[in-house]
C-alpha cells in the first residue's frame, strides 16, 4: 500500500482558461448533442475545468483490438518547457454499466430518483464511475496529508479537495481521485501513459501504477455511517471492518516518457506543426462499452509539487525568498490568495499578485464518448492495423475555437504493404446553424477523393533508397478522375464508397453529402501496393478557410517506430531489436527501423551504385537492408542492435557488417553468436551483413589435403620400389592368421 504520509503531489495550474481537449477521439468537454457554441451541463460526467465551448457532440466509433489509434490533444499552458511543471495522464475503462445518455441532466446521487431505484441501470443518464464507486468516495475521509494552502474545505471526506472545497458533485467522479495521480484507492482506471517533463520519475509512475500494484481499502459494516478511515490503523479500530487488497489490473506498466513541447497561453502545435498526440496500441480485449480520459497536471516552482505536504507550513515563503518569518508575512511573501507583495523594503509600495490557491496548481481533464473495442477477423496476427479517422467539427476557426477544424487524424499516414488500414469517422448533424460550410447547415460530413497530379513540374523527391510513386498533389484541388487508379489503388466499388459514403446510394442529395450519415466506416482494409497519395475531403474544401487534405505514403518494405526519450526503450523488429540506453537522449525522439529486401531497392541507385558494384546479391547477403533513420537531436551514447541472421555461418565462412551511407560503404564492428549479430551504433543509414568465404581455412585444409596425398604417393612409391617389404607384410600377416585360429 502506499502510505498516506507519502503519497506524491501532482497539481496543476491555470489562470482564467487553462484548458486540454480530446480532437481524436472526440472529447466531450461534457457535451451530449447541445447545438449551442457552449456546453449545456458542466456537472454532467465530470470535472472538466475546461472552457464551456469546447468538446465535440457524441457519435460512435469502434476500433480493433491491438490496433494503433493516434490520440490528439491540445493544452493551453506549456509542457516539457522550463515555465511549468506538467504531466498527462492517459487513461481507459471498460464496463458495461458506461453510457453516453440521452439527456443533459446530471444523473442522481439519490436512487430513488431514478428508474426502478437503481441510477446504475437508468440508461437516460450518462455515466462512467457508478453509484457504488461516489457513494464509497462521499464516505470515505479525505487524505489529511495533502497540501490545501488557504483554502477551506467544508468537508472531511474525499469530495473536498483543494480545488473542489465546496465538494460540488459531477456525476460519480471521485474530486479526491481526479485531482491527485497516483490514487490511493481501488478505481477501475487502468493507465495507458504517463506523459511528464521529469523523465527520472517514470521508475516511481510505472511502480505504483495499478496496472501493477494492488490498492488497499477499509470494508466496513452495511450499517457504519461514519466516515471510512484510509490507513490500516484506523480501519482496525472499527467493530467487523476488514482491511481488504484489490488486486491490481494485472496488466502491463504504462508506456512513461516526455511530453512534447507545448508553448505557454496557446491551444496549438508542436513541433513540426503536428499537435501533440500519442499512439496508443489497443488492448487485447472485446469489451462494447469504454471511455477514454486524459488528464492535465501542471504546477509552478513556488514550492515543491512532490514534497509538500498539508502539515508543513508550505504557506510561508521566507526561507525561498531570503526572509526571517516576520518579515515574509509583513511584506506578503506568503501563499495565499491575491497576496500584496512589497518587492521594495523601504517603499510602501505594494503589488497584487492573481494568485488563487484553488487554481495555482490544477488539474483538467476531457473524456471521449463511449466507443467499442472488438477483435480482429480475418486478420494476420503478425500484421499491424492503423486507424485513419477525421478530426474537427462545422465551421471556421473562430467558430469551433476551442475545437478545431476539419483534417485527417494523422494527417500523414504511414503504412506497409500488406498491413490493414481502418478507415473511419463520425460527426453531428447538431452543429450550431450559423457556423460556416458547405452542404447543409449543421451537418458534418467527410469523403476521401485523390487529388490531381500537379500541371507543372516540380523538383522530384531524392529516390536514393526507395523510390515511390507520388500520386496527388496538395497544391491542387480537383479530383483525379476515378476511370484511374485511385486512392491507394483500390477496386471501383471501395472508391465509389470513400467519395460517396454508401455502398448503393441511389438518389438523394449527394452532391455535397446532405443525405449520407453522420458515422461512416469503410470497414480495415489490407494496403496492396505501394506509393505516395495526396488526398482530400470535396464537402470541406473551401479555399478561403478551410482545407481538409492529407497524405497516405504506403512502403514495399515493413518498417517499427517509436518515440523515446531520456529514459531509452527498446523497438522490436521482425528480425531483430534496437536497445536505447538510458541517457542517450535528452528530449523525446523519433526511432525507426525500415527492413528492406533485395527486391524493395531493386530499382534503386542504392542497388545501381553501392550493391551490385560490391557483389552484394541473394547468395552473398546475411540480412535484409536494416535502414536506421535519422535522429533530429544528437545521441549521448550508442545504442545496441540485435540481428538475426537468414542462416549460420558455414564452417568456411566468416561475415562482415556494412554501413551504407549515400554511396559510400563502411565496415563495422559486430559480434555473432550463431546466427544472432550485435553491434553498437550512434549513426543512422542502412546495415547489411555479408557472407565471406574464409581463404584461410580453405587454404589450411587444401594445404593438409596436398600433404595428405603426397605421403600417400611416397609411400606407394617406396612400396613399389621394394617388392620385398610388400611380401614379408604377406608374410607376417599369414602368420598372424594361424596364430588366431589355432587359439579359437
Not at 13 to 18: A, F, G, P, Q
Not at 57 to 83: D, K
Not at 373 to 379: A, S
Amino acid at each position: 500500500m502506499i502510505h498516506i504520509s507519502n503519497i506524491i503531489l501532482i497539481l496543476a495550474v491555470k489562470y482564467v482558461h487553462s484548458d486540454i481537449y480530446f480532437h481524436n477521439p472526440r472529447g466531450s468537454n461534457n457535451r451530449l448533442d447541445e447545438q449551442g457554441r457552449e456546453r449545456n451541463n458542466a456537472n454532467r460526467m465530470f470535472n472538466s475545468q475546461n472552457n464551456n465551448r469546447g468538446g465535440y457532440n457524441v457519435g460512435y466509433m469502434y476500433y480493433h483490438a491491438g490496433s494503433t489509434l493516434r490520440l490528439e490533444w491540445t493544452n493551453q499552458h506549456s509542457c516539457f518547457s522550463p515555465n511549468a511543471n506538467c504531466d498527462i495522464i492517459i487513461q481507459y475503462m471498460c464496463d458495461d454499466k458506461i453510457r453516453d445518455g440521452s439527456n443533459l441532466n446530471t444523473i442522481p446521487d439519490v436512487e430513488t430518483r431514478c428508474e426502478n431505484k437503481n441510477c446504475n441501470t437508468d440508461f437516460r443518464f450518462g455515466m462512467n464511475e457508478d453509484f457504488e464507486y461516489y457513494s464509497n468516495c462521499k464516505q470515505r475521509k479525505r487524505n489529511k496529508g495533502l497540501f490545501t494552502a488557504d483554502q477551506k474545505l467544508r468537508g472531511e471526506a474525499a469530495i473536498f479537495t483543494r480545488q473542489n472545497p465546496n465538494g460540488n458533485r459531477y456525476a460519480y467522479e471521485c474530486p479526491e481521485e481526479r485531482d491527485y495521480y497516483p490514487y490511493w484507492n481501488p478505481t477501475k482506471w487502468i493507465d495507458i501513459a504517463i506523459l511528464t517533463n521529469n523523465p527520472k520519475r517514470c521508475e516511481y509512475f510505472e511502480q505504483n501504477s495499478e496496472n501493477l500494484k494492488s490498492r488497499f481499502y477499509c470494508q466496513v459494516p452495511k450499517n457504519f455511517k461514519s466516515l471510512i478511515p484510509i490507513t490500516k490503523t484506523e480501519c482496525l479500530k472499527i467493530l467487523n471492518a476488514e482491511w481488504k487488497e484489490s488486486t491490481s489490473h494485472n496488466t502491463s506498466a504504462p508506456i512513461c516518457r516526455e511530453t512534447q513541447f507545448t508553448r505557454d497561453n496557446h491551444l496549438g502545435n508542436t513541433y513540426d506543426g503536428q499537435t501533440p498526440f500519442f499512439n496508443w496500441k489497443m488492448p487485447s480485449i472485446n469489451h462494447d462499452k469504454c471511455v477514454l480520459r486524459i488528464r492535465y497536471n501542471i504546477s509552478t516552482n513556488d514550492y515543491d509539487p512532490h514534497q509538500t505536504f498539508n502539515q508543513e507550513d508550505s504557506k510561508n515563503f521566507s526561507k525561498k525568498y531570503g526572509l526571517n518569518e516576520q518579515e515574509a508575512n509583513k511584506r506578503g511573501y506568503i501563499f495565499e490568495t491575491n497576496p500584496k507583495v512589497k518587492i521594495f523594503p523601504n517603499i510602501d509600495f505594494s503589488l497584487k499578485l492573481a494568485v488563487n490557491t484553488a487554481q495555482y496548481g490544477r488539474v483538467f481533464q476531457d473524456r471521449s464518448h463511449v466507443f467499442s473495442i472488438k477483435p480482429r477477423v480475418n486478420m494476420e496476427a503478425d500484421k499491424k492495423i492503423l486507424n485513419l479517422n477525421v478530426r474537427g467539427k462545422r465551421g471556421n476557426i473562430v467558430q469551433v475555437y476551442p475545437a478545431v477544424e476539419y483534417d485527417f487524424v494523422p494527417n500523414t499516414f504511414e503504412i506497409s504493404k500488406n498491413d490493414y488500414v481502418h478507415i473511419q469517422w463520425t460527426g453531428s448533424n447538431k452543429n450550431p446553424l450559423n457556423n460556416d460550410g458547405q452542404g447543409l447547415p449543421g451537418t458534418d460530413r467527410s469523403n476521401i477523393v485523390l487529388l490531381t497530379n500537379k500541371t507543372f513540374d516540380t523538383q522530384s523527391i531524392n529516390s536514393f533508397y526507395a523510390p515511390l510513386t507520388t500520386n496527388g498533389d496538395l497544391r491542387v484541388n480537383y479530383p483525379f478522375s476515378l476511370e484511374k487508379n485511385g486512392f491507394m489503388k483500390l477496386d471501383d466499388q471501395d472508391l465509389i464508397k470513400l467519395a460517396f459514403l454508401r455502398d448503393n446510394q441511389i438518389g438523394g442529395s449527394l452532391d455535397e453529402l446532405d443525405d449520407a450519415g453522420t458515422y461512416f466506416d469503410f470497414g480495415a482494409k489490407k494496403v496492396t501496393s505501394s506509393g505516395v497519395f495526396h488526398y482530400m475531403s470535396t464537402r470541406n474544401n473551401n479555399f478561403s478557410n478551410r482545407d481538409q487534405k492529407g497524405l497516405v505514403v504506403t512502403y514495399d518494405n515493413e518498417f517499427f517506430d517509436d518515440f523515446i526519450g531520456w529514459n531509452g526503450g527498446v523497438i522490436d523488429f521482425r528480425v531483430g531489436k534496437m536497445s536505447i540506453p538510458e541517457g542517450t537522449i535528452n528530449q523525446l525522439e523519433h526511432f525507426r527501423v525500415d527492413i528492406k529486401s533485395l527486391e524493395n531497392v531493386n530499382q534503386t541507385e542504392l542497388h545501381a551504385k553501392v550493391l551490385m558494384p560490391n557483389n552484394f546479391d541473394k547468395s552473398t547477403m546475411a540480412s535484409d537492408l536494416i535502414l536506421i533513420r535519422k535522429t533530429k537531436g544528437i545521441l549521448q551514447k550508442p545504442f545496441k542492435i540485435n540481428l538475426k541472421l537468414k542462416r549460420a555461418l558455414d564452417i568456411m565462412e566468416s561475415h562482415d557488417l556494412y554501413r551504407i551511407n549515400n554511396e559510400l560503404l563502411t565496415k563495422v564492428d559486430s559480434k555473432i553468436n550463431d546466427d544472432n549479430l550485435e553491434f553498437e551504433t550512434n549513426q543512422s543509414g542502412i546495415y547489411v551483413v555479408k557472407y565471406e568465404k574464409n581463404y584461410a581455412i580453405l587454404i589450411a585444409v587444401l594445404v593438409t589435403i596436398g600433404v595428405l596425398v603426397i605421403i600417400i604417393l611416397a609411400a606407394s612409391f617406396l612400396l613399389y620400389k621394394n617388392p620385398s617389404v610388400i611380401k614379408n607384410l604377406r608374410h607376417r600377416t599369414n602368420n598372424l592368421k594361424r596364430s588366431m585360429n589355432n587359439q579359437l
